[in-house]
């Protein structure tokens, strides 16, 4: 069951920041929030992953609300490159001390020129 | 490094026939995990090993197999090739231990079942 919600499609202008939401309000006071995106016909890529506060890297910007049960990742200044399908994750414990990710459906963010 | 590599990018099975998808780790990663994706849909777990000789099911297991005889290599079977397994098949690891759960994943396969 996804663990999840994103919208399907977002569109943003080139040079503009992309803010795509992702609620996630049955998370547990552990759990992760991981992002990862995936170029057309290509493996995803990890982005960037968050628990309480927030975070920076070179990709982007991962805001979490307070409660934790919403997130916003943040691309600052979106290029073409950037079109891809971004999906929010929050980590399932498989047992045995194994995690698993499980990939929804995802955003599909279009970046125009 | 070359990161995970899978062999072959493409490939037309006939129903019935039997294939094996290759993959391949260079960063001495543990864990190593099987995925497909069918057309507009997000990835869904086939196999996955946490180490050499160590093996679990996934999400959708049946009608692969999997094995995991060294650490660099994680071969997944399909014995019986169906048309439901048409589908584009992802290869990942990752180092269980990490401060992050980052997984690495390979370029894919498109398989087409006929």
């Known amino acids: 069951d996804a663990k999840t919600t994103q919208p399907t499609s977002m569109d943003c202008a080139e040079g503009r920041a992309a803010n795509l939401p992702c609620n996630h309000s049955?998370?547990?006071?552990?759990?992760?929030v991981y992002w990862y995106r995936q170029i057309h016909s290509q493996g995803p890529q990890y982005i960037i992953h968050g628990l309480k506060n927030n975070e920076t890297n070179e990709m982007a910007s991962l805001i979490i609300t307070e409660d934790r049960k919403s997130s916003t990742l943040i691309l600052p200044h979106a290029t073409l490159r950037d079109t891809a399908v971004y999906y929010c994750?929050?980590?399932?414990?498989?047992?045995?001390?194994?995690?698993?990710?499980?990939f929804g459906k995802g955003t599909k963010l279009s970046v125009i020129p | 490094n070359a990161g995970v590599t899978q062999t072959p990018k493409f490939r037309i099975l006939k129903i019935g026939q039997s294939m094996t998808l290759q993959c391949a780790q260079d960063?001495?990663?543990?864990?190593m995990y099987w995925y497909r994706q069918d057309p507009g849909m997000g990835l869904k777990l086939i196999y996955y090993s946490v180490g050499a000789g160590i093996t679990d099911k996934g999400e959708v297991p049946n009608g692969y197999n999997v094995s995991r005889s060294t650490t660099e290599d994680f071969p997944l079977r399909l014995e019986l090739a169906a048309p439901s397994q048409t589908s584009v098949y992802f290869c990942?690891?990752?180092?269980?231990?990490?401060?992050?759960?980052?997984?690495?994943f390979g370029p894919g396969t498109r398989l087409t079942v006929l």
């Open positions: 990942a690891s990752k180092w269980e231990g990490a401060p992050t759960d980052t997984q690495y």
């Open positions: 994750i929050v980590r399932d414990y498989s047992g045995a001390g194994s995690y698993q990710l499980t």
């Open positions: 049955t998370i547990s006071g552990n759990e992760y």
């Open positions: 960063m001495n990663h543990n864990y």
